[in-house]
């Protein structure tokens, strides 16, 4: 145990749940919302879709008092709360849109005896692409529990994620990537079940210094036997890639 959090508890009325989200698929933002909170929203989306209200969000209007009120009575929030999560439902929006988040999201959004309305756990997701405008947000990030593989790529600007495998791969471009994951598992599985044991993307136009920093965070992995290197010779330079191995 690193961290304790310690915070006063709360008596619970009735649970709720929001999060304002990036849709990728419609290529808009959504604000999802259930009167239902405090539950897996996963499992309540399948189980009883009905429960779980989405409202799509324009991004150049955003999310005024009128708009909150809009999704709260969406997801049929009681009449005698819908008031003051409105109210809440807009700092939401403005700490989704400032600190420039994928996603935000509480669960459960509460309401106590008194008629309170309190937002006892939450999560955020930040975008990492707009970190340059946020220098402030590196100090959020909790060092200490962060995969020292992870980290180290992150340093080196390596697109890494730790899988529990035993077969490094390296490949440019995500989609490639993630194809070779698939190849290597399907194979693997008449080979005792062997594994990738990580996502690496060194993306196009990696140099032999990119290759060759990639390839010492797979080598620093003790899990690792082989590396398995899939690159498409193209926008890079296979002779580049070839120099960072050797």
């Given amino acids: 145990v690193r961290r304790v959090l310690v915070t006063p508890a709360s008596d619970i009325a009735e649970e709720y749940y929001f999060s304002f989200l990036l849709d990728r698929t419609n290529r808009t933002f959504l604000a999802m919302a259930s009167a239902e909170g405090g539950m897996d929203i996963e499992q309540l989306a399948v189980e009883r879709p009905e429960a779980l209200a989405k409202v799509p969000v324009d991004a150049i209007v955003g999310v005024d008092l009128a708009k909150a009120t809009e999704i709260v009575r969406a997801a049929r929030f009681p009449d005698a709360v819908v008031e003051k ?34 937002a006892l756990d939450g999560k955020v997701t930040l975008d990492d692409n707009a970190a340059f405008r946020h220098p402030g947000h590196a100090d959020l990030v909790d060092v200490a529990a962060e995969d020292p593989l992870e980290a180290a790529a992150k340093a080196k600007d390596l697109n890494y994620v ?6 490094g791969i390296i490949g440019n471009g995500a989609g490639l990537v993630m194809s070779t994951l698939d190849v290597v598992a399907y194979a693997g599985e008449a080979f005792g079940g062997v594994a990738p044991a990580n996502f690496l993307d060194i993306g196009g136009g990696a140099s032999a210094e990119v290759m060759a920093n990639g390839l010492e965070i797979i080598l620093s992995d003790p899990d690792v036997r082989s590396v398995f290197v899939n690159v498409f010779g193209g926008i890079t330079a296979c002779d580049a890639v070839a120099n960072g191995i050797v």
């Fill in 162 to 167: 730790k899988l529990a495998g035993q077969v």
């Fill in 85 to 118: 999560a409105a109210e809440v439902v807009v700092q939401l929006w403005e700490t989704f849109v400032a600190e420039d988040a994928t996603l935000v999201e509480v669960n459960p959004l509460v309401r106590d005896p008194q008629d309170r309305i309190i």
